[in-house]
């Protein structure tokens, strides 16, 4: 059953880590792809040693509508697990073109096993979630930060979107999803930072009822990071859901002692209404 989504979000976090850095910024946030790269992929041109799934497929970016499963982190700036991974423009996939760039991540909930050519491919399932992850840095504690995205679901998967929750260090966000196919959707996540280096991922919890043979499939583009200043930091913790969201689907993560408040709230009630 789809839940219904909505378009964008706002979500005010405070956030502990331990180092020190200068200017915040996030590592590849277009997913943009060497030549070649190595992972558990297909494309066009990828080898298994033909082309198909499996272990240390090597696919051929240069020649576009390519995708991969977990290419490796060195290629990419992320760390991609289970059914994670990049795909180009045009690729099998179907995705639209993002708002910047040729490509875009995507994260995949499939009940089944993909086998080809000698090769199995890792896709998420309720032992392997998806996700991608990286490592902020260039912090300033006590700064508030908009973590921007946009999101879309996979136009002719049968199942419908992976559902998908955004962490900063240890506090969460519900689980989000888009409400439409074909289209970008701009989602935000504002977070105070207490130091100058956090972790963030992009995870898809499995759906534990997901039919036999059906998958989810949700992109995501155009990650970036901007400073809002300083400010005094949340205190709490207290949450409210957003308009239009169904409550079966969105759940608070527990986090440590340092997790402080968290807001949610539609987009539009903090910056512009434009559309994604």
Known sequence: MRIAGYKTLAIAMFVAASVTGASAQVSNGTFTPPATS?????????????????????????????????????????????????????????????????????????????CYNGGCVPVGNSGSPSSISQTLTGLTQGTQYDLSFYMEERSYNIGGYAPVVVTVGTASTPQLAPNSTYVWQAYNVLFYASATSESLSFSSPFPSDLAYGSDLDTGIADVSITSLGGGPSPSGPTYSLPEGGAASLYMLLAGAACFGAVLFRPRNTFASRAQA
Do not use: E, K, R
């Open 38 to 114: 190595v992972g558990a992929g297909w494309g066009t041109s990828s080898s298994f040693p033909a082309p198909g799934f499996g272990p240390n497929a090597t696919v051929n970016w240069a020649l576009g509508s390519q995708y991969a499963y977990d290419p490796v982190t060195a290629d990419f700036g992320w760390t991609f697990n289970g059914g994670a991974g990049v795909q180009q423009n045009g690729s099998a996939w179907g995705f639209t073109a993002p708002p910047v760039g040729s490509q875009s991540a995507f994260l995949q909930d499939y009940n089944g096993t993909y």
